[in-house]
């Protein structure tokens, strides 16, 4: 072996032992909030925030199903009681009365801190008055049983005020004193979990629990052996994503692997050549892990899946090697004649995938990252190490049967020009008429939630009657205290909204925990005992209350005067607390109250109320408009990176060619895939997103180098030319049928980011082939010897 | 949030608990012997009545007040599962159980609050109670209360004490005396001591 080569091979190994070293430090993850949007303001991070993990991320929503309700109520109820007892869990929620009392109990001790209508003149002898008045009208009432025994201690509802505040919001249908969907056929239960809902370690932690407290539960529970178990919600998707993009992308990377391998096998017949054919693919995988960790931080999961998409396209380059090169050639000889072409497609590749490096999801800033690197290694180790490892008299591809038909289909296929022609016309005339309908543009496209299990979310939304909050007002203040404050004045002017029908309710941080400064105010308005007592005999002067009847009152409202002021940690042991925490956020340095608004009817006039009120730093978020916009943004801004790339693309064949007419003989098939390809997805009823874009790109890159190879002229006699040529042809056959493998088994993935590259791919490469071959130009010796 | 669940469980607890008062219950444990047979006459009796409308006047006693509240309005059943209890005075309410729901109008809060019954086990315990009565439906009353029977036909008195804890938790007993194939008073004993009386009117058929 010379010594140049023993430097390349040298080289590559130094390389190989590194990568390894910091791919073996690097963090993986399958996050999922990295193929959401970096979020560029302040609102938007609170958006992705919440997404990841606030409240609403550690809510699963659990339904015990295949059993009569007889049987399902105890099931429920057996299994939130056990949850209970488990400190994995913030609250379990079925609708019975189990875990509601530390709340009341917690309203009714501080209703005088709580109610919003504790003011001066609230204890006053009239204003007592007026509510010993209305008592006894309650008292006489339906209702009367509802008061009485609370009456002594709070003649003023304060209790009823506090609670009043929270009705409207919306409930489930219940049975036997547990919630229920409304057909009766499964139990509900809303679980909060006390992990956050994207570590899938703990979800899945707590999903275990909760199937086997359903297990137990069944165990004394007879008639339930059917009942099952189904889950929902954020942290569960979590766990099924995990999984799934462990099964998926690894699977089906393992398999695109083997499935190729083993066609190489076939057709090479030496498993020293497939190692070798292999060779690039693997380096260029380690090293484009090893870049996006360096680049990255972390490598996402299914950026690891990506591995197929190297294999797709990066095995081409030895496959190229190896049969364009003649039996008993060396693959020296071969290098030249065909490096000039494979550098010019790995550019182009490189200028599509630019796009994706440019993005601001940064996932796909890792793919692209990823792609880049990974087939830039590739095609260097086909270009130089390669050659090394190979013997002089390496078994390449003899001359096989199907050469011939290939060669014949090949050359026959000029004849479909004009079908072509129309077959583009058709699918661009398509994509026209379905212009505004072409993209999915709700950010819901890209979870990788399957479909099956986004519906299930839904049933059992709409079961709760629970559905999403879309709006939710947003109060950001440098501290607690003025984050509450604030929330109290926009409160204010929210009630008043909703008093004029702009919307149905809302809810408010400061309704769980009043700033410091309102219940100093409310202590303030609580006259003190002599003088309360004063004003409560006047009150009852002539009225039928008993004498006496209200000590408590006395006794409750003198200590509410002087107890201490109620902080976070007072409504520590209570849903409360958990709600609270939901609403009032720290970040970083500042504080953000959350105010989730309900049945918004009038979206623009509650914003100009707002900035109306003169109240600064508050955001009206349209949780699901904003999102959807935010994606539109990036799926807008991918498509131009998109069309950037293809210019780039142009532009860089046209430096390298020099003239139009090779120019088009590369883009026109390309363009002509592209187009037929999106055709035949719409066409399909598929709604595109961001991922078949970024397939898009990917079918430049592969296509490009069919285009190329097919558009190459060797100089040279003409028989060495048309038996070199039956080998690029061969070679592009090759290349294709592993690139449709390689794509065409994520096809089969149920995560729609694989699925999407996936069937892009799949498709746009066998028409790029098929359209390489048609546009190709005459070719004066090969349709002569076709015949 | 339970919040509203809580609340209105209580009002309608509240509420059916009134309604009980009005309409009649009946039981079909007997307590005496001799008396089987009378119950299941005066059922009969009850379940004749396809339709009723009376006047009534209520009087409720609370240990807390050192007088009597009094109120009055009009009283409606239709069988076999419609009832009415229209408050006049001092204060406009009604109240209506009609198949599987429960509607408060002009309640405390001046709102109306609709409810489904098998939601709330224990209201609807009470008002399946109540319309097994007028129903004269022994089977289903003995289900949710022990009855017994003072007296006899013509004028009878029928005991209701729930069996249900939760029940047992609003209500004592209820009081139930009628003449024939009419109620004329309905006397709940709440847990606690207060009580109501509520005299029906003899009104038109």
Redo the contacts between chains.
């Keep these: 072996m010379s010594r140049k080569n023993l430097f390349r091979i040298g080289v590559w190994l130094a390389g190989v032992v590194v990568c390894i070293a910091i791919v073996a430090e690097s963090r993986f993850s399958a996050d999922l909030s990295t193929f959401l949007p970096r979020s560029p303001s302040a609102a938007q991070e609170i958006l992705v925030q919440q997404l990841r993990d606030g409240v609403v991320s550690r809510l699963i929503l659990v339904a015990i199903e295949d059993a009569p309700p007889s049987v399902l109520a105890p099931l429920s109820k057996s299994v939130a009681a056990q949850l209970r007892a488990a400190p994995d869990f913030v609250s379990v929620?079925n609708?019975d009365d189990q875990g509601?009392a530390k709340d009341?109990d917690f309203l009714w001790r501080n209703r005088y801190l709580l109610s919003p209508d504790v003011a001066p003149g609230h204890f006053a002898p009239d204003a007592l008055r007026r509510a010993l008045d209305?008592d006894?009208?309650?008292?006489?009432?339906?209702?009367?049983?509802?008061i009485?025994a609370t009456?002594?201690a709070d003649p003023t509802g304060e209790m009823?005020h506090v609670?009043?505040q929270?009705?409207?919001?919306e409930?489930p249908?219940?049975?036997?004193?547990v919630w229920f969907s409304p057909d009766g056929s499964r139990a509900l239960l809303v679980i909060q979990t006390s992990a956050p809902g994207f570590d899938a370690d703990a979800q899945q932690h707590d999903l275990l629990l909760i199937d086997n407290a359903l297990q137990s539960a069944k165990q004394a529970t007879p008639g339930s052996q059917d009942a099952r178990l189904l889950a929902s919600g954020p942290g569960v998707f979590s766990v099924r994503i995990r999984d799934q993009v462990k099964q998926d992308a690894f699977r089906l990377s393992i398999l695109a692997t083997l499935a190729v391998a083993g066609l190489l096998l076939l057709v090479y017949r030496s498993p020293v050549m497939l190692g070798l054919a292999l060779l690039p693919v693997a380096t260029g995988a380690l090293v484009g892990i090893a870049a996006v960790s360096l680049g990255f931080g972390s490598v996402h999961g299914i950026t690891l899946g990506f591995g197929v998409t190297l294999i797709g396209e990066a095995v081409d380059y030895a496959i190229y090697l190896f049969t364009q090169t003649a039996p008993g050639s060396p693959p020296e000889e071969t290098l030249p004649r065909i490096w000039p072409t494979l550098r010019l497609g790995v550019l182009t590749s490189v200028c599509g995938f630019s796009a994706m490096l440019l993005s601001s999801f940064r996932g796909l800033a890792q793919l692209g990252l990823f792609s880049i690197v990974g087939l830039i290694v590739a095609v260097s180790v086909t270009r130089w190490v390669l050659p090394a490892l190979l013997r002089k008299d390496f078994a390449t591809l003899r001359s096989t049967l199907f050469g011939p038909v290939i060669m014949r289909l090949a050359t026959r296929a000029r004849a479909l020009r004009y079908p072509l022609l129309v077959l583009v016309l058709a699918a661009a005339s398509l994509l026209a008429f379905r212009h505004g309908d072409l993209w999915d543009d709700e950010l819901s496209s890209l979870s990788p939630v399957s479909r099956h299990d986004q519906q299930l979310d839904q049933e059992l939304r709409r079961d709760l009657g629970a559905p999403d909050v879309r709006y939710m007002a947003v109060v950001n203040a440098p501290d607690e205290q003025q984050a509450l404050a604030s929330s109290e004045a926009l409160g204010a002017l929210i009630e008043r909204m909703v008093g004029e029908g702009v919307l149905a309710g809302f809810d408010s941080p400061s309704r769980y925990l009043p700033s410091a400064a309102a219940q100093r105010a409310r202590q303030a308005a609580i006259p003190e005992e002599a003088s309360l007592r004063a004003n409560l005999l006047q009150a009852l002067a002539g009225s039928?209350?008993?004498a006496g009847?209200f000590e408590p009152f006395l006794a409750d409202a003198a200590a509410a005067k002087t107890q201490p002021l109620l902080d976070r940690d007072s409504l520590n042991g209570t849903n409360l607390a958990a709600k609270l925490d939901g609403l009032l956020i720290r970040r970083g340095e500042d504080w953000a109250a959350l105010l989730p608004l309900r049945g918004v009817a009038d979206a623009d006039r509650l914003k100009a109320e707002i900035a109306a009120s003169g109240q600064g730093g508050i955001l009206l978020l349209d949780l699901k408009g904003d999102s959807d916009r935010l994606y539109q943004t990036y799926r807008r801004q991918a498509f131009l990176l998109a069309l950037l790339g293809a210019l780039a693309i142009a532009v860089l064949l046209f430096l390298s060619f020099r003239s139009p007419r090779r120019v088009f003989a590369v883009i026109g098939p390309l363009a002509a895939s592209v187009i037929v390809t999106v055709a035949l997805l719409t066409a399909a009823g598929d709604k595109l997103s961001i991922f078949n874009l970024v397939g898009l790109l990917l079918v430049v890159g592969v296509g490009s180098n069919y285009a190329l190879f097919f558009e190459r002229r060797d100089s040279g006699g003409e028989l060495g030319a048309l038996q070199h040529r039956e080998r690029i042809i061969i070679s592009l056959a090759l290349a294709n049928l592993c690139t449709v493998i390689g794509f065409g088994v994520l096809t089969f993935s149920r995560i729609p980011v694989l699925h999407g590259i996936g069937m892009t791919v799949a498709i746009g490469a066998i028409l790029s082939l098929v359209f390489s071959a048609i546009l190709s130009a005459p070719e004066d010796g090969a349709s002569r010897a076709g015949f | 949030?339970?919040?509203?669940?809580?609340?209105i469980l209580?009002?309608i607890?509240?509420?059916a608990?009134?309604?009980l008062a009005l309409p009649a219950r009946a039981d079909n444990t007997v307590g005496h012997a001799g008396s089987d047979a009378d119950l299941r006459r005066i059922m009969l009796d009850l379940q004749s009545v396809k339709q009723s409308q009376a006047k009534f006047v209520e009087r409720?006693y609370?240990?807390?007040?050192?007088?009597p509240?009094?109120?009055s309005g009009t009283l409606i059943y239709v069988a076999p599962d419609h009832l009415e209890?229209n408050?006049e005075q001092?204060?406009p309410?009604r109240?209506v159980v009609d198949h599987e729901s429960l509607v408060?109008e002009g309640?405390?809060?001046g709102q109306n609050r609709t409810m489904?019954l098998?939601?709330?086990?224990e209201i609807g315990a009470i008002v399946e109670g109540i319309r097994a009565t007028l129903a004269g439906d022994s089977e289903t009353l003995s289900r949710y209360y022990a009855v017994s029977l003072q007296g006899g036909l013509p004028a009878w008195t029928l005991s209701l004490q729930p069996r249900d804890p939760k029940v047992q938790a609003?209500v004592n007993e209820i009081r139930i005396s009628g003449r024939n194939d009419r109620i004329d008073t309905i006397e709940t004993i709440?847990t606690g001591g207060?009580r109501s009386v509520m005299t029906v009117l003899p009104d038109r058929p």
């Excluded at chain 1, 249908?173 to 004193?177: E, F, I, N, S, T």
């Design positions: 929620n609708g509601l009341r209305n006894l009208q309650m008292l006489g009432s339906a209702a009367g049983g509802l009485k009456l002594p009823l609670i009043g929270f009705q409207g919001e409930r249908a219940a049975r036997d004193g039928p209350f008993r009847t | 949030m339970r919040w509203k669940a809580e609340f209580a009002l607890g509240a509420a608990v009134l309604f409720k609370l240990h807390m007040l050192n007088q509240l009094d109120s209890k408050t001092p204060k309410e109240l408060i309640g405390p809060d489904a098998p939601d709330y086990p609003m709440e207060d």
